[in-house]
């Protein structure tokens, strides 16, 4: 079976303009993935950050016994993201010395 070949020729603004509605495109799907994981948000539930973290709920309450810091609102349990980074960094620091 042969195969056919075949080639388009395109200007280099042709180029740039294509490249430039890819990236859009693309940007504009990681922005949405983003958001759907609310990967993008300062404040996440539990269940948001054991998919951020890649962790099982048991190791997250393991975690918070240790120290990992929680807030509290109306009864509502969220997690500063930056906070939970930064506990992560400390505690991998403290375990590295």
Do not use: H
Not at 34 to 49: N, P, S
Not at 52 to 75: R, S
């Amino acid at each position: 079976m042969a195969t056919s070949e075949f080639t388009i020729v395109i200007s280099d603004q042709q180029q740039n303009k294509l490249r430039s509605e890819i990236y859009q495109l693309i940007m504009s799907e990681v922005k949405k993935v983003r958001e759907d994981a609310a990967i993008g948000a300062r404040y996440l539930k539990k269940k948001d950050l054991c998919d951020y973290l890649q962790i099982a709920n048991n190791t997250l309450d393991n975690w918070i016994a240790q120290g990992l810091p929680v807030i509290i609102v109306g009864g509502c349990v969220r997690f500063d993201r930056p906070a939970v980074d930064d506990w992560l960094k400390n505690r991998a620091d403290e375990l590295n010395r």
